[in-house]
């Protein structure tokens, strides 16, 4: 049979396998915290495999090897070391953002700072992480060219169709758990690939001469193995220009809410790091092989050797290997392209979904069109990707530019708000501006001005303009952000509270009233809550219906006149009972599935569940009176009604 045939065949089987995931997962989908954070149920294992997974790009380790075989260990600081280090410094923000009520960074920001960064941030990430997909849509493009001749169309067609298919029907959960598999399928690929390209460096039947492999990895020139051979400004540069955009990624923060408790989300970010550099370690290998086998390409230095020795593994695969072999190799590196295009589809579309269209277009959306809403965000994202992978040619100036641009735009608005409290709205959106602005300027007057195969022409000038610039679209943010901050009036303390346990603690004033347990009032409502014990949380959820179609609005705004603990720091679609400094133990109001549905949720911790039931009793009386008074006589139906 031939190959082609034989690679449809494994890609059909292994995709049916991907979609089947996604179907299962759909069934249990009943809120957009479902959909988006997988109910926060992710233990550390999936936690662990999907951050991994989610920052493999096929594209990307094909790059990786490219640069080892041309520059050796000094190489790392490009792409290796910042995805390690990376999962390493969020596995230690874990405490800091995992009691964070968000479900994206957009989100966030408005709690903290105000509306009108909320927009302008949803947008930016969606452009990343459009940028970061193209880098997968061209990686399995090269691919598929190398091994079947085939158009750039098709991968992207493989990508946007799968991706879409899987990730509609089962949303985070989906993603988190064909994460698991594709990351199997990649590391199972590289290490494989390492014995491969070593046996076939040492069999002796390149020259003749067969050589063990102590002697191949000892002929390698020692400044190969030197890490600071670059030097160390230039190891600096690399950390300040990758590092920051890295760890302010939205992907692996919604991890780390979706994990179900906060040593979960520790546990699996540092267990990402170590996968990542086992696959890392083989790629280093199998360069160490492919070096031998072409010694051509290595002499070329970089960056001019860089368009053989990107290839270079997916033309050893096609000379040695036989039409099943290569097919499965293809099947790899698919789950590779697939494993990371699926978590920026997932995160994109996130932003559009419920920080543009139901914050600014349709604050009462219900949870039941809000589904429907996220899952057309995920086709956009990917076809907006895939249109844009025609345009952009170097698979890591694709991954770079998206990372420098995050860097200068939000790194500092957003982990200021998280460390300092000075930090104000017009800071963070001036700051996020004037970065943003300034790097997108930079990268297109380093591009315009760099011929083809050349060197930066921002770097020829200086070194500390490498990257596109990066440094100093960082610093004027940085500067901008400060400076302006310190220049305008303080946040409020609403802003404030979900970040700074002493400022929520002055919030403390509505206190729960006093409930006697016995009450047969209070008894029958506890029959009435649905209740779900997760890690260190327990969900607790009640489903009120209104005797009438709700005007949401008009109750959000007549439920906080009316009593003053209601705030919406968020948007009027995100209600809160702000009465604790752990915000997530705070009774929130959403809408529910139809449009006279209202959903009341607390996730306190363990300990603290039965105080939190009274709490949620309150809320249920208040949110009650104010329907009362507008004529719409609420019902409470039983759990799983």
């Keep these: 049979m031939d190959g082609y045939y034989i690679f449809l065949i494994l890609l059909a089987v292994y995709l049916s396998g991907l979609v089947g995931i996604g179907w299962h997962f759909n069934k249990k989908q009943k809120s957009v915290t479902d959909f988006w954070l997988a109910g926060r149920e992710i233990g550390p294992l999936a936690i662990g495999f999907s951050a991994a997974a989610s920052w493999l790009t096929a ?16 190489s790392v600081w490009g792409f290796v070391a910042p995805n390690i280090l990376a999962l390493l410094i969020i596995a230690m923000l874990v405490g800091r953002i995992k009691h964070l009520p968000a479900i994206t960074q957009p989100e966030l920001m408005e709690q903290r700072y105000s509306s009108t960064i909320r927009a302008p941030l949803a947008f930016i990430i969606a452009i990343v ?8 849509i061209k990686g399995l493009a090269l691919v598929l060219q190398v091994f079947y001749g085939l158009d750039p169309l098709y991968a992207a067609l493989i990508v946007a169709v799968a991706v879409s298919i899987y990730v509609t029907l089962g949303g985070l959960s989906a993603v988190v758990w064909t994460d698991v598999v594709q ?4 590391a199972l690929f590289t290490i ?34 030197n890490p600071l051979s670059v030097g160390i400004p230039m190891v600096l540069i690399f950390i300040v220009a990758i590092v920051p955009g890295w760890m302010t990624e939205q992907d692996p923060w919604q991890r780390v809410w979706a994990a179900r408790d906060k040593r979960s989300a520790q546990i699996g970010m540092v267990m990402a790091s170590m996968l990542i550099f086992v696959v890392f370690a083989a790629c280093a290998v199998i360069a160490i092989g492919l070096n031998a086998v072409y010694p051509e390409i290595a002499k070329m230095g970089f960056p001019a050797g860089m368009a053989l020795a990107e290839p270079a593994l997916l033309d050893f695969i096609n000379s040695n290997f036989s039409p ?5 190799c293809a ?6 392209a697939m494993s990371c295009a699926d978590t920026f589809a997932t995160s994109g579309a996130s932003c559009l979904s419920r920080d543009l269209y139901q914050r600014f277009v349709k604050p009462d959306a219900t949870m039941k069109e809000m589904l429907i809403v996220n899952r057309i965000s995920v086709l956009l994202i990917v076809i907006s990707a895939t249109i844009a992978s025609f345009f952009i040619n170097s698979i890591i100036d694709a991954i770079h530019i998206a990372t420098f641009i995050a860097s200068a735009s939000y790194f500092f608005p957003l982990m200021g708000g998280l460390f300092w409290k000075r930090a104000t709205k017009e800071g963070a959106l001036a700051g996020m501006v004037v970065g943003a602005v300034a790097q997108t300027a930079l990268v297109v007057i380093d591009l315009t001005n760099t011929p083809t195969m050349a060197p930066p022409y921002l770097a020829t000038i200086h070194p500390a303009l490498m990257g596109h610039g990066v440094i100093v679209g960082l610093s ?19 802003n404030l509270a979900p970040f700074f346990k002493d400022e929520a603690e002055k919030l403390e004033l509505h206190g729960v009233e006093k409930i006697a347990e016995s009450d047969p009032e209070y008894k029958g409502f506890l029959g009435r809550i649905e209740e779900k014990v997760t890690g260190e949380r327990t969900h607790l959820h009640l489903n009120i219906t209104a005797s009438k179609t709700l005007d949401w609005n008009k109750t959000v705004e007549k439920l906080k006149e009316k009593y003053p603990a209601w705030v919406t720091p968020a948007g009027l679609d995100s209600v809160y009972r702000l009465t604790h400094p752990d915000m997530l133990s705070c009774v929130s109001m959403t809408r529910g599935s139809g449009d006279n549905e209202i959903w009341l949720a607390a996730e306190p911790r363990v300990e603290s569940a039965n105080a939190q039931k009274k709490e949620l009793f309150t809320a249920y009386g208040e949110v009650s009176s104010v329907l009362e008074q507008m004529g719409m006589g609420p019902e409470v139906p039983g759990p799983g009604s």
């Design 192 to 225: 494989a690939m390492a014995f491969f390209a070593v046996g076939a460096a040492t069999s002796g039947a390149l020259d003749g001469a067969s050589i063990s492999v102590l002697e191949l990895f000892g002929n390698v020139d020692s400044t190969w193995w």
């Design 476 to 494: 004027l943010g940085a500067v901008t952000f400060f400076g302006v901050s310190l220049l305008s009036a303080p946040s409020s303390v609403v």
């Design 59 to 74: 594209g990307g380790i094909l790059a990786v090897i490219g640069f080892y075989m041309l520059s050796g260990m000094g």
């Design 324 to 328: 099943l072999l290569i097919a499965f």
């Design 129 to 136: 992480m459009i940028l970061f997909a193209v880098a997968d």
């Design 331 to 336: 099947i790899g590196l698919a789950a590779a």
């Design 183 to 186: 990351f199997s399928f990649l």
